[in-house]
């Protein structure tokens, strides 16, 4: 392939994959969308997720992506994917057009979370967002006694040159899917090996020990 | 202009427009009429075309090519007068993106244009001498139709893909907006679902250059003998420049002189991009036809998709079962980024399955003709997924 690799394959470097490569948060996301769903992915990289629900769920995917190495990548593959920002993209998506809406590790990076969250919910049945958990322990540790930004596998950028503006905690989540009016129908919380963190724990728990979130939202009401 | 006096005579052009060399022609009787937007109706008229590849025993494997204001038929051979390569024969060939071993290309001339298809200069049957501007004005929409009867002449009724830049894109929009079930996959490229005022304005300043030539005859150089060759050259001349873009300009030309060491202090081709441009001038005259350019100019002036749907873009498209590639480039300021935006946007809004990539390029408009590797993936790439998806086989690579 002509086209260079891609920068935000580096966001994921650390992230754990099982047999074969696939990304565990990736599988997971997967797993929560129905068979044969019309699925709009946010921020697709590569289109590495899309694949996987296309051939795992055979799903109808889209996809938006900012990179322009990214999108041409993607079409070249085969994928319908299209250059665009969520911040500003969304709006152009009439109601009700998806089953799924995804927004995987890209929540951080956009300048308006609350925005695109309540696109993502007017233009999807459901929304599946998944971040990297900002009050997971080894990051407080960085902060409160290092002193310093924290960098970790899964977040290697330095504070001046990080794409991601707006990083939250798993309890931050849960207060916009509060003020934005989602359900949660699902959450998990992955530990730092990939691994889902085990359920019937309370939040501060996955809070302190997930490494990143995945949620399945819905329109409340 | 000195050096414009070569060109083929009268009779060999109205030959071409008549009897096209190296093409195949299907000619359709009073019984088949082509229906106009300008209320009357084309009859008898003829298309010509060229074919290349095989169409498989299912006829799913078509890919109907459009070409662009100046292109023809000769998409993927060499051009019969011109004797030059085909037009596109970076994309369309064997193994080449739109692979000629895989698919059957369909590549017709346009109603309107001057390559063996009715236009300005084909013959006028009732009074035995060429149409002139006697010929009815084309629309887009008249080109689909006349190659909608070429397909059900060759018995297909859908093709696997309609591909084409510029003019040949906005073909492919008037395609899947018209005769959605019989299009599979649609490439429009560097185009727009409307032609823009700048653009309208640089098409009438091209028009008026051909009328200003006195040997233009209000129309009638073929039956007078004369032709307003530089009428016609500057009009190449001028739309020239915006096919390009400032830097490419820059990089191929800049200030350089033309084999000369010093400014001549006269009107000379001092610079090597006036010569250039002279060139291309020059070198289109021999094989296009004036008045043809008049028409297809005014063709795409009228183009306005949303104007044939209640002024929304996205109701033409509503429910489509096509597949959408909309590719732009970053230096063509003739079809920018945001005609190809309002294009997905329009695609999005109706619910279609739409991929696009803006291609960064200095080569402007020409980018879709020209060399440009991320353009051949991405089309491959497109039509690799379109073709699993319709069920023709991929091969390995």
Same mark, same amino acid.
């Given at each position: 392939?002509?086209?260079?690799?891609?920068?935000?394959?580096?966001?994921?470097?650390?992230?754990?994959?099982?047999?074969?490569?696939?990304?565990?948060?990736?599988?997971?996301?997967?797993?929560?969308?129905?068979?044969?769903?019309?699925?709009?992915? @946010?921020?697709?990289?590569?289109?590495?997720?899309?694949?996987?629900? +296309?051939?795992?769920? +055979?799903?109808?995917?889209?996809?938006?992506?900012?990179?322009?190495?990214?999108?041409?990548?993607?079409?070249?593959? +085969?994928?319908?994917?299209?250059?665009?920002?969520?911040?500003?993209?969304?709006?152009?998506?009439?109601?009700?057009?998806?089953?799924?809406?995804?927004?995987?590790?890209?929540?951080?990076?956009?300048?308006?979370?609350?925005?695109?969250?309540?696109?993502?919910?007017?233009?999807?049945?459901?929304?599946?967002?998944?971040?990297?958990?900002?009050?997971?322990?080894?990051?407080?540790?960085?902060?409160?006694?290092?002193?310093?930004?924290?960098?970790?596998?899964?977040?290697?950028?330095?504070?001046?040159?990080?794409?991601?503006?707006?990083?939250?905690?798993?309890?931050?989540?849960?207060?916009?899917?509060?003020?934005?009016?989602?359900?949660?129908?699902?959450?998990?919380?992955?530990?730092?090996?990939?691994?889902?963190?085990?359920?019937? @724990?309370?939040?501060?728990?996955?809070?302190?020990?997930?490494?990143?979130?995945?949620?399945?939202?819905?329109?409340?009401? | 202009?000195?050096?414009?006096?070569?060109?083929?005579?009268?009779?060999?052009?109205?030959?071409?427009?008549?009897?096209?060399?190296?093409?195949?022609?299907?000619?359709?009787?009073?019984?088949?009429?082509?229906?106009?937007?300008?209320?009357? #109706?084309?009859?008898?008229?003829?298309?010509?075309?060229?074919?290349? $590849?095989?169409?498989?025993?299912?006829?799913?494997?078509?890919?109907?090519?459009?070409?662009?204001?100046?292109?023809? &038929?000769?998409?993927?051979?060499?051009?019969?007068?011109?004797?030059?390569?085909?037009?596109?024969?970076?994309?369309?060939?064997? *193994?080449?993106?739109?692979?000629?071993?895989?698919?059957?290309?369909?590549?017709?001339?346009?109603?309107?244009?001057?390559? *063996?298809?009715?236009?300005?200069?084909?013959?006028?049957?009732?009074?035995?001498?060429?149409?002139?501007?006697?010929?009815?004005?084309?629309?887009?929409?008249?080109?689909?139709?006349?190659?909608?009867?070429?397909?059900?002449?060759?018995?297909?009724? =859908?093709?696997?893909?309609?591909?084409?830049?510029? /003019?040949?894109?906005?073909?492919?929009?008037?395609?899947?907006? =018209?005769?959605?079930?019989?299009?599979?996959?649609?490439?429009?490229?560097?185009? =727009?679902?409307?032609?823009? !005022? &700048?653009?309208?304005?640089?098409?009438?300043?091209?028009? &008026?250059?051909?009328?200003?030539?006195?040997?233009?005859? $209000?129309?009638?150089?073929?039956?007078?003998?004369?032709?307003?060759?530089?009428?016609? !050259?500057? !009009?190449? /001349?001028?739309?020239?420049?915006?096919?390009?873009?400032?830097?490419?300009?820059?990089?191929?030309?800049?200030?350089?002189?033309?084999?000369?060491?010093?400014?001549?202090?006269?009107?000379?081709?001092?610079? #090597?991009? #006036?010569?250039?441009?002279?060139? &291309? *001038?020059?070198?289109?005259? #021999?094989?296009?036809?004036?008045?043809?350019?008049?028409?297809?100019?005014?063709?795409?002036?009228?183009?306005?998709?949303?104007?044939?749907?209640?002024?929304?873009?996205?109701?033409?498209?509503?429910?489509?079962?096509?597949?959408?590639?909309?590719?732009?480039?970053?230096?063509?300021?003739?079809?920018?980024?945001?005609?190809?935006?309002?294009?997905?946007?329009?695609?999005?809004?109706?619910?279609?399955?739409?991929?696009?990539?803006?291609?960064?390029?200095?080569?402007?408009?020409?980018?879709?003709?020209?060399?440009?590797?991320?353009?051949?993936?991405?089309?491959?790439?497109?039509?690799?997924? !379109?073709?699993?998806?319709?069920?023709?086989?991929?091969?390995?690579?």
């Amino acid at each position: 392939m002509m086209l260079s690799r891609l920068k935000t394959d580096l966001t994921m470097a650390g992230a754990a994959r099982v047999a074969g490569g696939t990304r565990v948060d990736l599988l997971l996301v997967a797993d929560m969308v129905a068979q044969g769903a019309k699925v709009l992915d @946010v921020g697709c990289g590569d289109g590495e997720l899309l694949r996987l629900l +296309g051939e795992r769920r +055979g799903i109808d995917g889209r996809g938006i992506e900012l990179s322009r190495e990214g999108v041409n990548e993607c079409v070249a593959k +085969g994928l319908a994917v299209i250059q665009g920002d969520a911040d500003t993209d969304l709006a152009d998506y009439p109601n009700d057009a998806f089953d799924y809406v995804i927004l995987s590790q890209t929540l951080q990076a956009t300048r308006h979370p609350r925005i695109v969250l309540e696109h993502m919910l007017r233009i999807g049945r459901h929304a599946v967002v998944s971040f990297p958990n900002f009050g997971h322990w080894k990051i407080r540790l960085q902060v409160g006694l290092g002193g310093h930004m924290p960098t970790t596998d899964n977040l290697p950028y330095a504070w001046w040159d990080t794409p991601n503006i707006h990083f939250c905690t798993i309890k931050d989540f849960r207060e916009l899917c509060r003020v934005s009016g989602a359900k949660i129908e699902r959450a998990v919380a992955l530990n730092a090996w990939g691994a889902p963190l085990r359920l019937n @724990v309370p939040w501060w728990f996955w809070n302190l020990f997930g490494e990143q979130g995945v949620f399945l939202l819905s329109r409340s009401g | 202009m000195a050096e414009l006096t070569t060109a083929r005579d009268v009779t060999s052009r109205s030959r071409e427009a008549d009897e096209p060399s190296d093409s195949l022609l299907v000619k359709f009787g009073a019984d088949k009429p082509l229906k106009l937007d300008a209320g009357v #109706e084309l009859s008898p008229f003829q298309v010509a075309y060229k074919t290349y $590849g095989a169409l498989n025993p299912e006829r799913t494997n078509a890919i109907l090519v459009c070409h662009a204001l100046t292109g023809d &038929q000769h998409v993927a051979s060499e051009h019969p007068v011109t004797k030059k390569p085909g037009w596109w024969e970076t994309m369309v060939g064997p *193994g080449k993106p739109i692979d000629t071993e895989r698919y059957f290309i369909i590549c017709p001339n346009v109603v309107g244009a001057c390559m *063996g298809t009715t236009g300005p200069s084909s013959t006028n049957p009732k009074t035995g001498k060429p149409w002139g501007l006697e010929h009815p004005v084309i629309t887009i929409r008249d080109m689909v139709r006349a190659q909608a009867m070429l397909l059900d002449h060759l018995g297909i009724d =859908s093709v696997f893909a309609v591909a084409g830049g510029s /003019m040949g894109g906005m073909q492919v929009l008037q395609w899947a907006a =018209s005769y959605p079930d019989r299009v599979f996959a649609a490439l429009p490229i560097a185009c =727009s679902t409307r032609h823009s !005022a &700048q653009n309208i304005a640089f098409h009438e300043v091209g028009r &008026q250059a051909v009328m200003a030539d006195p040997e233009w005859r $209000g129309g009638r150089y073929l039956v007078e003998d004369t032709n307003p060759r530089r009428g016609l !050259a500057v !009009a190449r /001349m001028g739309a020239h420049i915006t096919y390009l873009s400032d830097a490419a300009l820059h990089r191929k030309f800049g200030r350089k002189l033309q084999d000369r060491s010093n400014p001549t202090f006269s009107f000379d081709a001092d610079f #090597e991009v #006036e010569s250039y441009l002279r060139h &291309q *001038g020059r070198s289109f005259v #021999e094989r296009f036809d004036a008045n043809s350019y008049l028409y297809l100019t005014r063709a795409m002036d009228y183009f306005d998709l949303a104007a044939d749907y209640g002024g929304v873009v996205a109701n033409a498209f509503r429910g489509t079962p096509t597949r959408f590639c909309v590719v732009s480039f970053t230096s063509d300021w003739l079809f920018p980024t945001s005609d190809s935006r309002a294009i997905v946007h329009a695609l999005n809004a109706a619910g279609a399955r739409v991929s696009f990539a803006e291609i960064v390029t200095d080569k402007g408009h020409d980018a879709f003709l020209l060399e440009e590797p991320e353009l051949f993936a991405i089309v491959r790439g497109f039509l690799d997924g !379109a073709a699993r998806a319709r069920g023709l086989a991929v091969e390995k690579r």
